[in-house]
């Protein structure tokens, strides 16, 4: 049988057809109208979505959006990114235009369930998934099932306070958190790092914004700013997985998200940082390991969520 997945992110859409093993046989991927809001996404979605029911006959839909939802009933909460969401119907206005069954889940925990199921996360019974994007989010899957916290509670471990004044992962860890981190730090560093491969990509910007797309690249040339920044972000990150491990005790962790493509390199020095934040009791701790699905991991997810929901 055939499914449709929808990613309703605050950057991108992306909407396909596959089936329950997250196969993916027809996909439109949209750049989000954050000009026009929620109103101007949902016209993108029903722009496509048709031709797609038409093509492929699907059976279900899953929705995976990029915020708090009601999974229950599909209301979305709000998005902290786009407008034009607070306490939108999503799941009752996506049944009406699609005369099919749809459930909507937040973004994070679909991806995990992807990745549980289709991805790095196969074969393994207790599986976290983190989002290290624009924002910090987490999804937990356990023995194939998503955990629901009592409403509106998620696995939301960007929220994790990093000490008692406040300050949380997703202030340290998301992408415009790390974007901070190394514009303070190329310029903390004075003219000496003018010839720093990190310094000359920051300073060839022509809008501040978006310097994390260079962090691989220097960490890649070995360059010290670079190499400092990877472990600051590694150790608290580590540290909020840590969290997680003394509460739930998941067999592996997925790394995923935008700031994730920095590559094995975040991910072993996440893994040697982690230990030490974890009691003696739990050691070794899960593994922790690079998304397998890549930017596929929410529609894939979607895809196995329509599938398990529609039995």
């Known amino acids: 049988m055939t499914h449709i997945g929808i990613e309703i992110g605050g950057i991108k859409i ?59 009933t599909g209301l979305i909460c709000c998005s902290h990114q786009v407008e034009g969401w607070h306490e939108f119907p999503l799941g009752d206005w996506l049944r009406t235009i699609s005369g099919l069954p749809v ?63 406040g300050v949380t992962l997703e202030q340290r860890c998301s992408g415009w958190a790390v974007d901070r981190r190394i514009r303070e730090a190329v310029s903390a560093s004075g003219p000496s790092v003018g010839l720093g491969f990190l310094a000359k ?21 070995e360059d010290a700013v670079a190499l400092q920044i990877l472990a600051a972000v590694a150790d608290d990150l580590a540290f909020g997985l840590s969290h997680v491990v003394q ?39 899960p593994e922790v390991v690079l998304a397998g699905l890549g930017e596929d991991s929410v529609p894939v997810g979607a895809l196995v969520l329509a599938a398990v929901r529609s039995q």
Not at 14 to 41: P, T, W
Not at 108 to 131: D, K, P, S, Y
Request: hydrophobic fraction near 45%.
């Open 247 to 285: 509460l739930f005790h998941p067999d592996r962790v997925v790394l995923g998200g935008g700031l994730s493509l920095v590559g094995d390199s975040l991910r072993a020095a996440i893994a040697t940082a982690l230990p030490k934040y974890v009691m003696d009791s739990f050691q070794p701790g």
């Open 14 to 72: 992306q909407i396909v057809a596959g089936d329950a093993e997250g196969f993916i046989k027809e996909r439109y991927r949209l750049v989000a109208d954050r000009a026009r809001g929620g109103a101007g996404i949902r016209e993108q979605i029903a722009a496509v979505l048709p031709q797609l029911i038409t093509s492929h006959r699907p059976v279900s839909v899953g929705v995976g959006f990029g915020g708090p939802v009601d999974h229950e």
């Open 201 to 221: 990509a920051v300073k060839a910007q022509s809008v501040a914004g978006g310097e994390a797309r260079n962090l691989a690249a220097a960490v890649a040339a």
């Open 103 to 165: 459930v909507v889940e937040n973004d994070a925990n679909v991806a995990a369930l992807g990745e549980a199921l289709c991805g790095a996360g196969r074969g393994h019974r207790r599986v976290f998934w983190v989002n290290m994007g624009s924002g910090v989010g987490g999804g937990m899957v356990i023995d194939g099932s998503l955990y629901h916290g009592a409403k509106p509670g998620e696995a939301e471990i960007g929220h994790l306070r990093l000490d008692k004044s």
